[in-house]
């Protein structure tokens, strides 16, 4: 008799035991359908962003054309300088948090890599270059060394 009662014992510690492991694998598996949505969620809002910024360019003729100037590096008015700069800047602030949104897992290696290509071609213009070699100490190291990378090797010198 004494035999059944361990095997008893053992047979509910076994089902306790799966048990547990069920619960971790379901607790692994929601984790990772948390993951999926928070980077659908930012893929969202960051898409929003960039398409925010060229909607105002494209909307505003006077804008789309001081803004090519700008960065074709052609003179511009005082307004149009300032115009331009805080321009850059919001693009700038965007990539921040797409180059975040990467470093913490939620942007895929895929998609930033395009955006990587966009921004060389961004930086290599000569007006948002200069933008940048102004204001590239107001931002986070990591971004920084990123951007230092796509411009020219001798571009904020």
């Known amino acids: 008799m004494k035999t059944n ?4 014992g053992q ?9 547990v492991l069920a619960g971790i694998f379901l607790l692994v598996y929601e984790l990772n359908q948390n993951r999926l949505m928070m980077q659908a969620q930012t893929r969202t809002v960051l898409a929003q962003g960039a398409t925010d910024v060229l909607y105002r360019l494209s909307a505003d003729n006077d804008m789309s054309e001081f803004w090519n100037r700008g ?15 805080r321009l850059v800047l919001s693009q700038l602030r965007y990539q921040e948090n797409v180059h975040y949104q990467y470093r913490t897992g939620l942007y895929d290696e895929i998609e930033f890599a395009a955006q990587r290509e966009a921004w060389r071609r961004a930086y290599n213009t000569p007006g948002a270059a200069q933008v940048w070699c102004a204001v590239r100490m107001s931002f986070s190291p990591e971004f920084a060394a990123e951007i230092n990378e796509l411009l020219r090797a001798d571009e904020c010198r």
């Open 5 to 8: 009662k361990i095997d008893v």
């Open 11 to 19: 047979s509910i510690g076994i089902l306790a035991n799966i048990g």
């Open 71 to 85: 960065n074709a590096g052609d003179e511009l008015t005082e307004a149009e300088a300032g115009r331009f700069t």
